[in-house]
């Protein structure tokens, strides 16, 4: 069992993510948690594949239901220059999903922050943080895409949703512009002070070209990514949009401190190999 890294092939959400879960043995891990929070990338309003589907998150909330008693969070802040969070989660579908689970929709955009400190980021030595991410387990649930500063936006950058915009919206109209100078750095001191406790990557269709107007992968990757390593889920991540991880930098300078992207490059020759029953 490789717990770091799977690539799992994809037939539908309900049919592949359980699967993908399984294979790093998810099941024990989570069932030891009280609270879950699943962070999925919601950066605009725009439908899939800039964002997660709905089906997506509810696959994953259905798996959990049977798997812990955790309390299960939904929560994102979204970069949308003309949407709110919350109006981003009703367009979305998210809305309709809590309210069919029970399940408590945090805008992290407005949700209490706490400052943090840190002798070993560059770029915020002192980070502003909500306060719900210090005492939950995070799965950050990212889209595979190509993104146009920062190279690729897996399940590292997928956490600057976060960022409170009232401390990082900074010469921009994005909620969180802060970040876009030295991006790769910013995105590796972010996750030095809190990155994903678990990965997952849709990478069923996934975006060439740029994060918000690039045009679908073609052919599509019809894969599914999961890992308790974000490190190596987003190294397979890049591999995945045919990139070399060591080329990325919030990547290459995360492997040996926040993870092992070998681990992923390792799932993602594995995951090439022919497999029975496996579309072509």
């Known amino acids: 069992?490789?717990?770091?890294?799977?690539?799992?092939?994809?037939?539908?959400?309900?049919?592949s993510l359980p699967l993908a879960l399984e294979a790093i043995g998810a099941r024990e891990i989570l069932a030891e948690q009280q609270t879950i929070i699943i962070k999925p990338n919601l950066v605009t309003d725009d439908p899939p594949p800039v964002t997660l589907p709905v089906g997506a998150a509810m696959v994953l909330?259905?798996?959990l239901r049977k798997q812990t008693r955790a309390r299960i969070i939904?929560?994102?802040?979204?970069?949308d220059q003309l949407h709110s969070t919350i109006k981003v989660f009703d367009h979305l579908g998210y809305m309709d999903l809590a309210e069919r689970y029970d399940l408590k929709l945090i805008d992290l955009n407005e949700a209490p922050a706490v400052e943090l400190s840190r002798d070993d980021c560059p770029i915020f030595p002192q980070l502003y943080l909500p306060e719900v991410l210090s005492d939950s387990f995070?799965?950050?649930f990212a889209v595979l895409k190509e993104h146009s500063l920062a190279d690729?936006?897996?399940?590292?950058k997928n956490m600057v949703g976060c960022a409170p915009p009232r401390f990082y919206q900074q010469g921009g109209m994005w909620k969180k512009s802060a970040f876009h100078r030295q991006i790769h750095e910013a995105i590796l001191d972010l996750n030095r002070y809190r990155?994903?406790?678990?990965?997952?990557?849709?990478a069923s269709v996934g975006m060439r070209d740029h994060h918000l107007t690039g045009r679908p992968c073609d052919p599509p990757p019809h894969r599914l990514i999961a890992g308790f390593d974000p490190v190596a889920v987003d190294a397979a991540g890049a591999m995945l949009l045919g990139k070399n991880w060591r080329d990325i930098p919030h990547i290459a300078r995360a492997d040996g401190e926040l993870g092992n992207a070998t681990a992923g490059e390792t799932a993602f020759r594995m995951a090439q190999q022919p497999q029975s029953g496996e579309r072509h």
């Not at 690729?152 to 590292?156: A, G, K, P």
């Open 61 to 63: 909330v259905r798996w």
């Open 195 to 202: 990155k994903p406790d678990l990965a997952l990557i849709d």
């Open 1 to 15: 069992m490789n717990r770091a890294c799977h690539l799992q092939p994809f037939e539908s959400f309900g049919e």
């Open 74 to 79: 939904l929560a994102e802040g979204t970069g």
């Open 138 to 140: 995070v799965i950050s």
């Open 152 to 156: 690729v936006t897996l399940s590292m």
